[in-house]
Structures are given as C-alpha cells and as structure tokens.
C-alpha cells in the first residue's frame, strides 16, 4: 500500500545507454524545513532498458553521508544494466539539497538532538514519497 498522498513531481531525463537510462527525479519534500533548496526532495532514477508495460524489481538507495555519489550511482548503473530499477534519494541538506555558505554539519547536527530529529523526520518522510513514486513506476 502507498503510504502517502499523491504529490507533484518531474522527472528530467539525463543519459541513456542499450543497457539503461537515468533522469533526475524532484518533488516536494515530504516535510519541510523552510529552505526552499533543501525541501524540494531529490532523487537520481536508473531505469533498466525494457518494454513500457513490463514490472521490474527495484528498489532505494541512500548514499553513504558524503556530497560525492558516485560509489551508489556506479551501483546503481550496475544493478540497472541487470533489470533492476534503483532510485538513489538524495538525503535533506545533501548534494542539490544544500543551501549556499552553510556548512553541512552546521545543517544537519548544529540543531542538537531536537534538529538531527527533524532532519530525520524528513529524510524519512522523502523515502516515503520516493517508495511510492517507485512502486508506481
């Protein structure tokens, strides 16, 4: 069962190879932080080549906590040249996520326990949406 109600996204079509695509994948943040940068939820789509119609394993990938993705994306390459469609989401204050002339760690612990809390709390709210989006893929 999906766990959200449905949301906005766009999806932007990036590189295509005989073996598998990728596009970029945005939406709305499932719970907001009040950056604009950070609460629109990010995601990277690696797509298997096949018929429209055809249902496909997949499945999520978080990156390690790092503003370099390309361990999980050559994983994920990998995994979709086999059939297997994987969506790498993109951690609140990560990557595209991260708000100018602010240190990450300033971001995501300078709030304290009650701060790191809320930056869960949306991290896990955009796996939500991002699990939903993929299950209706």
């Known amino acids: 069962p999906l766990e959200t109600a449905p949301f906005p996204w766009r999806l932007s079509w990036r590189q295509r190879s005989k073996l598998w695509a990728t596009a970029d994948l945005d939406f709305p943040s499932g719970l907001a932080s009040g950056s604009a940068v950070n609460d629109l939820a990010r995601a990277r789509y690696f797509r298997g080549e096949r018929s429209a119609d055809e249902r496909r394993p997949a499945f999520l990938l978080l990156h390690h906590l790092q503003e370099n993705f390309a361990l ?3 994983v994920a390459r990998a995994l979709a040249a086999r059939g297997v469609d994987v969506l790498l989401v993109i951690l609140p204050y990560y990557g595209p996520r991260h ?39």
């Open 72 to 74: 999980e994306e050559a």
């Open 99 to 137: 708000p100018p002339r602010r240190p990450l760690a300033q971001l995501v612990f300078g709030g304290g326990e009650d701060g790191l809390a809320r930056v869960a709390a949306q991290a896990r709210a955009d796996v939500a949406r991002a699990r939903d989006w993929l299950h209706a893929r």
